[in-house]
Structure formats: structure tokens, C-alpha cells
């Protein structure tokens, strides 16, 4: 076999996305090689070594609950000598609202698709410094609708972490009625399984599927629409355990038997409780997709870089996955993740149980509507 023809073609089947970087680097024994190759093939090139103390001694961190593990953040404080400062939200509303007041000291930060253009528009992040961050190679991703939000004006404000759905998570130990749509959630939390529920504390899942229980569009801002979602979220309100987005301990010590809830966290309940299932509304909901930004007072840009670029390497990155149970888009860690997990129909529903979902739109994050329907139903 001519070796320079195999190495032509393992060159051509990496370039495709058919092998993983590191399948190429072994077959092909590029070794010290891959430097000079750096610039015809940018995923080879090299993660940016930090020597300790380079970075600081400390990284701020801002994303949501269940979302890291945190075996890597130790790893990259290992790595670097900065530690990484971890701070969840339960809200993109709550995020938003704390970025626009200035003063966060946030250096990196874990927005959702519908939520970017907002930042730039408000002036709340620029564009990243994608040579600090060698690991993004939006060649290796399978699908646009996953990382497209990340770039405006053909700038990269937001390179791409996971994507999921929202659906409900039930405990079939209790409540063993089959359940398949929104309509089955709200009326059994309104009857047999009052005080046993719970929903997000973000408005648009949460006054989002209320308006799929009536039938309307995940993102509707109709103002006779919303009056009916309205209506549904009081009269459930009394029926609730809790309003969270930190759900996991109330279904795990079985105060709550149902509870609105995104697919790591069904897929996290599900593993360690085979009994809780998660269930995609038949009306459809939420799909979505998450993303690393660094916002523009960031205190230590070169840092929240650095770790964005350390999370997506993808060795990490599976790491990730393996812990938080949320698919990734990214090839190349695709194809490193367990066979069976590729199969899993929660991380990956089917075609069909996708084809009504919707993703989030910005014009429902900053609708004064949603805002008061939200802050009547938590207050009432």
C-alpha cells in the first residue's frame, strides 16, 4: 500500500467527518506532525497549554443546575491553576436581566439559541476570539439548526454546547396512568396528583406549554392565546409542590411525581430511578440548543476563552455528556460516545417526536406579557 495515497485518503475521510481526530492522528502516526498541519486542517491544531497562574487564579462560570461535571472543572484547574468558580440560574429571564445590570463578573456564561440575538442587540457580548479557542471547528457539526444561533451578521458571539428538548419527567410508581401530552400533565396535576407537581420557574417553557395544552404555538405572544395559557397557570397554581427549575431533588425523594423537565434531567432521573420516565408532549414544545459565550465586561476574558476552549476539546466533552445526559452536535464526540447511549430515545427521539417541537424565539424573552403572566402565576 503507497503510504502517501492511505494518508490522502485518511486526510480526505477526516476532512468528511468520517473519522475522528483522534482515529486520524493514530492511523496516520502525525504525531509532532500535526503543528505544521495546523493550518490546512483547523481541527488538528493544538489546545493552547497555559502554564499555571497564566489564566489567573480564578475563572467565573455562570449555567444551569446538573450541567458540568465537576471532575472536569477540577481537571482544568489542574491544568491551568485557576479554579473555576461555578454559579447556576434556573431562568434565561433571570440571566438576561442580571447581564443587562451590569457588574457580574461573569467570564463565561451558557446562554440558550433564543436568548443571543437579544445579547447583541443590548450590547452584552462581542464577537469571541475563535484563536483562542482552537477546539471549535463548525466543520465537525452535524446539524446548522444546532449551532446557527451562535452567529449574527457573520460574527461568532456563542459557539455551541448541547441541544435537548423539554418535555415531563413521571414517576410511574405513582402515577400509573400513560401518559402522552400536555393535557394529560395539567389535568392530572389539577386532580389525582394535586401538590405533587412541579414547573420550571421560566417563563417560556412554562407559559409555553401551557399555550400546547390549548393548542397554540410554543411562542405565541397572541394576546387572547396568552390570556387562555394564563388562565390554566392560575388554576393549576394551587396544585403545584413547587415552581423550580431545580427539580431532580423533589422527584428523587418523591415529593413530586411529575415535573416539567429537560432532557438531561430526565435522562439523569431515568438512569438512577428506571421507574421515571420522560415524556415529549404529543402537542409538541420546546427544542433547543445551548451555547458558550463570554460576556463583554467579562474580568477575565482570557480565562472564560480558555475554558470554553478546554470543555469542547473532545475528550472532555464526553465526558460532559456522559454526566449531564444532553446530546452534542459535534461529530467528533459523537463518536466516542457509548453505542448504546447513541441509541437512547431520550437524548435522541425519533424523528417524528421532534417534528413538532419549537425552538424558542427572542421575541417571547422580552415580551412584557409574558413577564406579567409569569410574575402573577408565581405570585398568586
Known amino acids: 500500500m503507497d503510504p502517501r495515497k ?20 493514530g492511523v496516520t502516526g502525525l504525531g509532532m506532525a ?58 434565561n429571564e433571570e440571566m438576561y436581566a442580571k447581564l443587562k445590570a451590569g457588574g ?36 465537525t457539526y452535524t446539524d446548522k439548526r444546532f449551532t446557527e444561533p451562535g452567529t449574527i451578521d457573520g460574527k461568532v458571539y456563542a459557539v455551541h454546547k448541547d441541544w435537548g428538548t423539554t418535555g415531563f419527567v413521571q414517576n410511574t410508581k405513582d402515577v400509573t396512568e400513560k401518559m402522552t401530552s400536555w393535557k394529560d400533565f395539567f389535568d392530572l396535576t389539577r386532580s389525582k396528583y394535586s401538590g405533587r407537581t412541579t414547573v420550571h420557574d421560566y417563563q417560556l417553557t412554562t407559559i409555553g406549554n401551557a399555550l400546547k395544552y390549548h393548542g397554540y404555538s410554543f411562542n405565541s405572544n397572541d394576546e387572547k392565546e396568552l390570556a387562555e395559557a394564563e388562565k390554566l397557570l392560575l388554576d393549576t397554581k394551587p396544585h ?57 465586561e467579562a474580568p477575565n476574558a482570557k480565562a472564560g ?7 469542547l476539546e473532545p475528550d472532555v466533552n464526553k465526558t460532559e455528556v456522559l454526566f449531564h445526559g444532553y446530546p452534542v452536535a459535534d461529530k467528533r464526540v459523537l ?41 402573577k402565576f408565581k405570585s398568586a
Open 240 to 296: 403545584l409542590f413547587a415552581i423550580t427549575s431545580d427539580y431532580q431533588p423533589a422527584m428523587r425523594n418523591g415529593d413530586a411525581v411529575l415535573a416539567v423537565a429537560w432532557t438531561g434531567d430526565g435522562k439523569q432521573l431515568h438512569k438512577d430511578i428506571p421507574e421515571i420516565i420522560y415524556v415529549l408532549g404529543k402537542e409538541g414544545g420546546e427544542i433547543w440548543a445551548d451555547f458558550y459565550a463570554v460576556p463583554k
Open 34 to 91: 500535526t503543528a505544521v498541519m495546523a493550518q490546512a486542517v483547523p481541527g488538528l491544531r493544538p489546545r493552547k497549554a497555559y502554564a499555571a497562574g497564566e489564566l489567573g487564579d480564578k475563572v467565573s462560570l455562570t449555567s444551569w443546575p446538573n450541567y458540568h461535571d465537576q471532575k472536569d472543572l477540577d481537571a482544568f484547574t489542574a491544568k491551568t491553576g485557576c479554579k473555576v468558580e461555578l454559579t447556576v440560574f434556573g431562568s
Open 335 to 375: 463518536d466516542l460516545l457509548p453505542p448504546d447511549m447513541l441509541k437512547d430515545d431520550i437524548m435522541f427521539p425519533a424523528a417524528e417526536a421532534l417534528a413538532p417541537l419549537e425552538f424558542g424565539a427572542a421575541a417571547t424573552l422580552t415580551n412584557p406579557a409574558r413577564a406579567e403572566i409569569m410574575a
Open 6 to 25: 492511505e494518508f490522502i485518503k485518511q486526510l480526505r475521510r477526516y476532512q468528511k467527518g468520517s473519522i475522528s481526530r483522534r482515529h486520524f492522528l
Open 305 to 311: 476563552h480558555a475554558l470554553i476552549n478546554f470543555l
Open 104 to 139: 457580574t463578573g461573569w467570564d463565561a456564561f451558557v446562554p440558550t439559541n433564543y436568548t443571543i440575538e437579544n445579547y447583541v442587540k443590548d450590547g452584552i457580548i462581542e464577537p469571541l476570539d475563535l484563536a483562542q479557542i482552537p477546539n471549535y471547528d463548525p466543520s
